[in-house]
């Protein structure tokens, strides 16, 4: 991490156009150790850097709330994996979610996001933001026309859009919003949790900013809490930054040093998750239980088309209707043994969630309620044929009651 000591590896732009994406993500960000050689990069827990004198600073380090190298590390790689100028890692997805919108809005103002979104990115912006006089506007992002409506509606700095939707499966037309945002003036942010950046590159679709729970398919392991935002435009990124900076909700180093881990995996973690999720989905869709499976890589579903467009395949998550309305939900829900029953998602293990009284409790009786007949399956990376065994004594018991 001293400056006399070059990398080994060309940085920036033409580093990123050149190589692919598993190149980047076991090499940005991740230099040798200078002293030692050590390949990986030593995790720095320090909170304070000593200085050559008074603000004599070695390679700009000065605290750790500001700046960390193991935290930098991570951050390099993934702007270099999402395409953008900055990233920067939080203690959580909501905590970048807050720095993002308290630095890039102002009392008065509105954002427009999806009437699909996270239930806690709602419960952010309606329960904490709302007191503070951000205004929110929900809408279906399928209809082009009332997001157009919505964000010349007031003065409306954000459109914000989830794509594939927490837990509704709905894909989203990045480059359609983007260019409704920039007619207006607004910024396009595009929630990139579900697809993670080896799916999905919204920045390339014309996005302006990407946020993440790196807690999911970044993380990937259920063992690390973290969030990022990655922005497009150095100066918006900065903006951002300071306020990181100043309120502090910055990741650890060694939640940092978990992530960065995690990513030099995820393009053959979401390559598996992707070939597992579409044997559920379609093992799912053959059977009589089932009334719908939302998962955008079957040819019926609404947004098939749009998502192999934008997407590199289709991913790991998968949510599931139940004829027998909540209680065959409920029953299918508590009877799976593969699948652990537990909030979150993108892990390796699978796991089972009941939205509507787990992760999305928080909008039951808003216009966000997810549907009590629906149970939502983060696909792991387990042997398919134990997971499509799970999933039959599952639905036998479901069917039981
Ligand atoms: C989990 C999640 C978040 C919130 O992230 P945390 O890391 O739990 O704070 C935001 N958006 C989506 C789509 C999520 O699934």
Known sequence: MTDEVKSQRPEGEAAEAAEGFATLAIHAGQEFEPVTGAVVPPVHFSSTYAQDGIGGLRSGYEYGRGTNPTRNSLQTQLAALEGGAMALSFGSGLAAEDALLRALMRPGQKVVLGNDAYGGTYRLISK?????????????????????????????????????????????????????????????????????????????????????????????????????????????GEKIQFLQFAAGGVSSPMDAFLTTRSLKTLAVRMERHSDNAERVAEYLSGRDEVSAVLYPGLPDHPGHDLAARQMKRFGGMVSVRFKGGEAAARRFTEATRVFTLAESLGGIESLVNYPSEMTHASVKG?????PADLVRLSVGIEDVEDILADLEQALQAAAQG
């Not at 390339?204 to 259920?222: E, Q, R």
């Open 366 to 370: 808003t216009e966000l309620e997810v």
């Open 128 to 236: 904490i933001l709302g007191p503070w006089g951000i205004e929110n506007q929900p809408v279906d992002m399928a209809d082009l026309d009332a997001v157009r409506a919505a964000v010349n509606s007031g003065d409306v700095p954000l459109l914000w859009v989830e794509t594939p939707s927490n837990p509704l499966m709905k894909v989203s037309d990045i480059a359609a919003l983007a260019e409704i945002a920039h007619e207006a003036g607004a910024l396009l942010v595009v929630d990139n949790t579900f697809a993670s950046p080896y799916l999905q590159k919204p920045l390339s679709l014309g996005a302006d900013i990407v946020v993440h729970s790196t807690t999911k398919y970044i993380g990937g392991h259920s063992d690390v809490v973290g969030g990022a935002v990655v922005a497009k435009d150095a100066e918006v």
